[in-house]
């Protein structure tokens, strides 16, 4: 395991996320990783038993998707046919797994040009994720984001009560997609 830490980009801390993740991805493909494992300095581990870590490791195993948060700022969320794993479209990241094409992919995306990295990966990848999630991020009152303007359009921060929702937003995400699920749209 390593971390990696960078300089804040004083400028454009939507910038200096961006090019972290993108440096991650590159040492990761430098040292010939099949995954890497990227973390945002404020994610944190909920508590989950061995054998969703045995789901998640044996859907990595067999589809071995580009991208694969262990959680995330939800957007919709519906349930594949495999247990433990759905397809998100996510509105934020801070704890996922890229896989060495998913890797390429972000280097081939060039440098920042002004989109957060957040929408680069709704936007080009094919998201999939634990469920339940493996994954907070604390909130803005605990461990306050650098990037937090760039995030919040309306002034608001992701606050406790926000993170408390998007924990619950899974759930009533998967109820409300059904039809997806049932018509196979993980495929």
Known sequence: MEFVLVERDQHSPERGCFDSHV????????????????????????????????????????????????????????????RGIARVRARGSHAYLLSNRGCQRLLEQGGYAGTALDKVLAQHYRGYMAFPMLSQQQPEEIAASDIVRARSTDGTAADAAFWRDNWRRQYSQVLRNVGKTLLLRDL
């Open 23 to 82: 440096q991650c991805a590159r040492i990761a493909l430098e040292r010939g990783c099949r995954r890497v494992l990227i973390l945002e300095d404020d994610a944190t581990l909920v508590a989950f038993e061995p054998f969703q870590v045995e789901q998640v490791n044996r859907f990595l195993q067999s589809a071995d998707p580009e991208l694969f948060y262990l959680g995330a700022n939800l957007g919709k969320v519906w349930l594949t046919w495999r």
